[in-house]
C-alpha cells in the first residue's frame, strides 16, 4: 500500500507564492515519476508539472516560468514552487506517483488534494 500526504496549499493574493509538498510512504519500488496535477470546479484535472526519475521535468503551458518542480527521490518526496499566482491558478491540487513494483507491475496512486485559492 502507498500513501501520499500533501501539504501546502492555502489562500494567496495574486502575485503571490506557494510551495506544495507530497511526500510518498508504503511499498514504493522505484519511482517513475512524481508529479501535480489540477482540477477547478467544474473542469476535468488537468497536468500542472511532472519530474521523472532522471530530472525531466514536463510543465503545463500556462505554468511555465511561474512555477517549479523538484523532488528528492530519496525520500520520496515532490515539491511544486508556485510564483506569480493568477486567479487562474485556483484549484485542488493533486500529487501523483507512478512507479514500478518489485513485482513489475506500473501503479499509479492519488493524494487526497490540496486546496489552493489565489484572490484577485
Known amino acids: 500500500q502507498v500513501q501520499l500526504v500533501e501539504s501546502g496549499g492555502g489562500l494567496v493574493q495574486a502575485g503571490g507564492s506557494l510551495r506544495l509538498s507530497c511526500a510518498a510512504s508504503?511499498?514504493?519500488?522505484?519511482?517513475?515519476?512524481m508529479g501535480w496535477y489540477r482540477q477547478a470546479p467544474g473542469e476535468q484535472r488537468e497536468l500542472v508539472a511532472t519530474?521523472?526519475?532522471?530530472?525531466?521535468?514536463n510543465y503545463a503551458d500556462s505554468v511555465k516560468g511561474r512555477f517549479t518542480i523538484s523532488n528528492d527521490y530519496a525520500k520520496n518526496t515532490v515539491w511544486l514552487q508556485m510564483n506569480s499566482l493568477r486567479s487562474e491558478d485556483t484549484a485542488v491540487y493533486y500529487c501523483?506517483?507512478?512507479?514500478?513494483?518489485?513485482?513489475?507491475?506500473?501503479?499509479?496512486?492519488w493524494g487526497q488534494g490540496t486546496q489552493v485559492t489565489v484572490s484577485s
Open positions: 501523483n506517483l507512478d512507479h514500478t513494483s518489485d513485482l513489475g507491475w506500473r501503479m499509479d496512486y
Open positions: 508504503g511499498s514504493i519500488f522505484s519511482i517513475n515519476t
Open positions: 519530474i521523472t526519475s532522471g530530472g525531466s521535468t
